[in-house]
């Protein structure tokens, strides 16, 4: 697993060591899969819950899915964020992730690993 945004020129490295990064940038994504040779190259979507740093916003979330759903080298693996708030934050922040990971699924993507962490 690569954490982070990363270069485009990283991507045949990348797919090279059968890496799995996580993505939160269209354009990124648009250039790993025209690389990824008609294999399904794996990702996880980071999402912003909040911090609003790293990652597709929580609000943007179900369009970033269609839209890499279209990307037909692209295989979702997991979606995952980083809850870097205040104590007091971390519950909403947490139902605003479970709150994604719901309406995504209802919509028939399939999501196999979902991944938060505090910190």
């Not at 911090?51 to 979702?76: C, D, K, M, Q, W």
């Not at 699924?105 to 991944?115: A, D, M, S, V, W």
């Amino acid at each position: 697993m690569l954490f982070g945004n990363t270069l485009k020129n990283t991507i045949p490295e990348i797919l090279r060591h059968n890496i799995t990064p996580s993505v939160s940038d269209l354009d990124w994504v648009k250039a790993y899969s025209d690389s990824a040779d008609d294999s399904a190259a794996p990702v996880f979507v980071k999402v912003d819950v909040g911090l609003n740093r790293l990652g597709v916003p929580y609000t943007e979330a179900l369009n970033f899915f269609r839209e890499i759903s279209h990307h037909p080298n692209i295989r979702v693996d997991g979606i995952m964020t980083h809850i870097a708030l205040p104590k007091e934050h971390i519950e909403k922040a947490f139902d605003r992730f479970c709150t994604v990971v719901t309406s995504l699924e209802k919509r028939g993507f399939n999501i196999p690993i979902k991944l938060a962490a505090h910190s």
